[in-house]
């Protein structure tokens, strides 16, 4: 038995679960190892702790029920042509869902190493029938990082800052236009460094195209014509967005979540969220769901001291947001190392990582209500790289993608 189900069963018998501190040197070496460096300013330092937080267990939220969850079968396996961007650590846009066909992105060669060579790596774009588990389409790409649906198309943008168009019923490479910064970031390297957009997010939908970097600027693309509509300056290194109610909302770690009008550009500047201790979330995910925003964060030190002390309600924290105004709705807390993996209808699917393999444990979110379900065990590990209503894909050892069918409301 694992810990999280430990901490469902016993939770009223137990109380809380005391997390451990954070070992920097630890966390140091597992971001040493993510396949795909995002390299920016001093941001990127900031970021990396945000999402290397770790716990023992989940708190207070998962819902009482039977002892354990149903554990599911894989209902459709798929031989992917390398493995998926990302998923040997935490998938962060690398696949994504529309209508009844999932996008994804895998890499065969020059998948590791240095940074010079991430733009490089050999990649394929893959759509898959949710439904058949059939591969209906493939395109070979170079160096892709990340990729989104709509606007009347696929979209990925590349570690060279190469943002592409694709056919959506084709895979077929239509246009293309290549970001770089308005102006340099560092004055003892190179042109090309100093330029360099370094893309780590992507978004569709309110008439355009959303590519972020965490060198501070969000570029807003035509997705008629392919080209820079605006390059608009963010007061830190942008590392989650989400689309909502005509404007994109976007969080900057511990300055957290501001908005920009998808219309004209206007900006509002980013609103910590903090607790009454004075502690700040530093956030590092967004994700719109039945209509409200959900930021990902870590909980800060109190005000006034740069020493960790235990968040008396879970070291992570999910909060819903309202997205026109900013104000917090609800917290969810945890002290373990959760990640939203995927989002789809009403449900946030979430999942710790256990092992090298990935997880077993898959928690559902409910976006109206903020109830936490354990909701399934997968019968294999693997990591949630995107979800098709309740239907989950997860990318598994030896290049391989499964569905698994989540007996979920």
Known sequence: MDKDEVAVQLHESLGKVEPHPLDHEAIVARAGKRRRRRIGTAGAALSLLAAAVAAVAILGGPSEGPLGPPTVEASARVALPGEVVGAGDQVVGAAAAEGDYLWVLTCSRRCGG???NFEHSQDTLVKVDSGSGAIVARTPVEGAGVVAVGEGGVWTAGYDGTVTHYDPQTGKALSSVHLLLPKPVCTDCSETEALAFLPNGIVVGEGAVWVSTARE?????DPRTTEVVRM???PG???GMALA???????VGLFGVGRIDAAT???EPPRPIADAEGRELQLDYLAVADGSLWARGAWGPPRGTHKYVPHPGGDLSLARLDPQTGRVEQMVSFNNYIWVHA???????LASRDSRAGSRNVYAVSAGSGKVELAARLAESGTIVGAVGTSLWVARPGDVLERYDVPIG
Do not use: C, E, F
Not at 217 to 221: D, G, K, L, M
Not at 245 to 251: P, Q, V
């Open 232 to 234: 608009l300056p963010t």
């Open 114 to 116: 240095p940074p010079s």
């Open 265 to 267: 550009g206007d900006r």
């Open 343 to 349: 989002v789809s209808g009403p449900h946030l699917w």
């Open 237 to 239: 290194g942008v590392y």
């Open 245 to 251: 109610g005509g404007s994109l909302s976007y969080s």
């Open 217 to 221: 600027y969000i570029a807003q693309i």
